[in-house]
């Protein structure tokens, strides 16, 4: 016998959400999971991240970008060139722990000895019109 598939009425409500990655190290699809998984984790621990039904729909790796940096407060050295690797990447999470998903993921500053930081660029109802507003 077929299984039936579960009307559009009773399957979970999805959110996605738009991430602005920047790495100091260039990292991979899976390791952003790692990380993205790792500070859902540390914050909430492991039954409330079970409820946020975390999937990594698309991963944009952008070009390297780097700039002078001569405002710097923390180096005594103004000639420095900073560079970092930039991605873009669209994360789908259940509707109603969007923000859980945020506050967790911008604590995260520091993955496996290497610097990253991710923030949300905004939130979408489908992956189409996510693309389409926060990516193109």
């Not at 509707?95 to 500053?109: C, H």
Request: glycine residues 4%; aromatic residues 12%; proline residues 2%.
């Amino acid at each position: 016998m077929k299984l039936k598939i579960l009307p559009p009425t009773l399957r979970p409500n999805n959110r996605y959400l738009v991430l602005d990655i920047k790495s100091e190290v260039k990292i991979s699809k899976e390791e952003l999971v790692s990380a993205i998984w790792y500070g859902c984790l540390r914050l909430y621990g492991e039954l409330e991240t079970s409820s946020f039904n975390l999937w990594l729909m698309r991963f944009y790796d952008l070009n390297n970008y780097s700039s002078k940096n001569s405002n710097s407060i923390m180096d005594n050295n103004f000639n420095n060139e900073i560079s970092y690797y930039h991605f873009k990447a669209v994360l789908r999470c259940q509707r109603g722990f969007e923000d859980n998903v945020r506050g967790s993921l911008a604590l995260l500053s520091n993955y496996n000895n290497k610097k990253i930081a991710i923030t949300t660029i905004g939130i979408s109802g489908t992956i189409a019109s996510s693309i389409e507003k926060f990516i193109n």
